[in-house]
């Protein structure tokens, strides 16, 4: 089993920078990919950023640029990452920490959740 706390998130102006962490403790060995996703008010869950073991990094298109995901580890967790600069009004979500553990496992986890907000 992984479990995953998500720390960051908040209110912020268009314009603005927020940082968003992720600590994945418990089977962390077999953690391969970890990540973010978002879901806006009335919209599907949609994919972030996600970073593999391997630091290969996958973006949505419309957080190039502008979001920075990283990974780190010690021998208790995996920590996460998501740099978020240039934030958009159209970057408003809760955002999801993603965890998913390798073959022969195949098991997904999600964080609880962190509502990001960017108004002025």
């Known amino acids: 089993q992984v479990q995953l706390v998500e720390s960051g998130g908040g209110l912020v102006q268009p314009g603005g920078s927020l940082r968003l962490s992720c600590a994945a403790s418990g089977s962390i060995f077999s953690i391969d990919i970890m990540g973010w996703y978002r879901q806006a008010p009335g919209k599907q869950r949609e994919l972030v950023a996600t970073?593999?073991?391997?630091?290969?990094?996958?973006?949505a298109d419309s957080v190039k640029g502008r979001f920075t995901v990283s990974r780190d580890r010690d021998n208790a967790k995996v920590t996460v990452d998501l740099r978020m600069n240039s934030l958009k009004p159209e970057d408003t979500a809760v955002y999801y920490c993603?965890?998913?553990?390798?073959?022969?496992?195949?098991?997904?986890?999600w964080g609880q959740g962190t509502q990001v907000a960017v108004s002025s």
């Open positions: 970073i593999t073991s391997g630091s290969r990094m996958n973006y």
């Open positions: 993603y965890a998913y553990r390798g073959l022969p496992y195949g098991n997904v986890y």
